[in-house]
Antibody, heavy 122, light 107 residues
Framework: ELQLVESGGGLVQPGGSLRLSCATS????????MDWVRQAPGKGLEWVSYISGSTITIYYADSVKGRFTISRDNAKNSLYLQMNSLRAEDTAVYYC???????????????WGQGTLVTVSS | DIQMTQSPSSLSASVGDRVTITCRAS??????LNWYQQKPGKAPNLLIY???SLQSEVPSRFSGSGSGTDFTLTISSLQPEDFATYYC?????????FGQGTKVEIK
C-alpha cells in the first residue's frame, strides 16, 4: 500500500526552527518529484516547495525562500522540510505530496500525506 | 507567478443539483490544470487532471473542461458526499499555484 506519513510538527516560538519529515512506502521514491503544500487554519492551499527525484532541481515559494530548505534521502524513502526563522504566518498544516507525471508530461498530486500541524506562537 | 482565481468562493446547492465551478488563470496554461476536493480535516484528493481527465475511481458525475485561461469543474448531480471545498491548481510552471477554493454547502 502506498503511504506518505508526515511527522515533526508542533508548537514553536517565533524565530525558532522545526524539521518536518515525510516517510514514504509502496512506490519507487527516487523516481518521483515531491512537493510540500501547506494550509493555514481555515484558509486555502498554498504550495511551498518542490524537489526533483535526483535533488538537482529545487524551488520555493517566495514566502519561504531563504528560510525553508527542502531535501530528500532516497535511500530512506524520505522527504524533509527544514524550517528556520519561523513566523506566526507559517502556522499551518503541512502536507507532503507525490507528483505524478503522465505520458503527456502533465503533473499532478496523486497522493498526499495526512498532514502535520505547525503552530508558531509565543 | 501565475495567479488562479476561482468563482464563486462558496455556493449552496441541493442534492441532485448540477454545480459548476470556474477557475481562471492569469495567463494561458494550455490544459495544465488540476482539480482537487478537500473535506474538513482531510488531505486534498485529486479529481481531475489535465483539465478534463478523470482520476481513477473518481465518480463520473465529476467532469472538467477548458483550456488556455478558463476552466470549469462540473458536478452533474450533487451527492451528499460531494459537500466539500474544491481547488483548482495549475501545473504549467513553478510555483504550482492553487485557486482560493470554492466551498460547496448544503442548501
Amino acid at each position: 500500500e502506498l503511504q506518505l506519513v508526515e511527522s515533526g510538527g508542533g508548537l514553536v516560538q517565533p524565530g525558532g526552527s522545526l524539521r518536518l519529515s515525510c516517510a514514504t512506502s509502496g512506490f519507487n521514491f527516487s523516481s518521483y518529484e515531491m512537493d510540500w503544500v501547506r494550509q493555514a487554519p481555515g484558509k486555502g492551499l498554498e504550495w511551498v516547495s518542490y524537489i526533483s527525484g535526483s535533488t538537482i532541481t529545487i524551488y520555493y515559494a517566495d514566502s519561504v525562500k531563504g528560510r525553508f530548505t527542502i531535501s530528500r534521502d532516497n535511500a530512506k524513502n524520505s522527504l524533509y522540510l527544514q524550517m528556520n526563522s519561523l513566523r506566526a504566518e507559517d502556522t499551518a498544516v503541512y502536507y507532503c505530496a507525490r507528483v505524478f507525471r503522465n505520458e503527456d508530461n502533465r503533473r499532478y498530486f496523486d497522493y498526499w500525506g495526512q498532514g502535520t500541524l505547525v503552530t508558531v506562537s509565543s | 507567478d501565475i495567479q488562479m482565481t476561482q468563482s464563486p468562493s462558496s455556493l449552496s446547492a441541493s442534492v441532485g443539483d448540477r454545480v459548476t465551478i470556474t477557475c481562471r488563470a492569469s495567463q494561458s496554461i494550455s490544459t495544465y490544470l488540476n482539480w482537487y476536493q478537500q473535506k474538513p480535516g482531510k488531505a486534498p484528493n485529486l479529481l481531475i487532471y489535465a483539465a478534463s481527465s478523470l482520476q481513477s475511481e473518481v465518480p463520473s458525475r465529476f467532469s472538467g473542461s477548458g483550456s488556455g485561461t478558463d476552466f470549469t469543474l462540473t458536478i452533474s448531480s450533487l451527492q451528499p458526499e460531494d459537500f466539500a471545498t474544491y481547488y483548482c491548481q495549475q501545473s504549467y510552471s513553478l510555483p504550482r499555484t492553487f485557486g482560493q477554493g470554492t466551498k460547496v454547502e448544503i442548501k
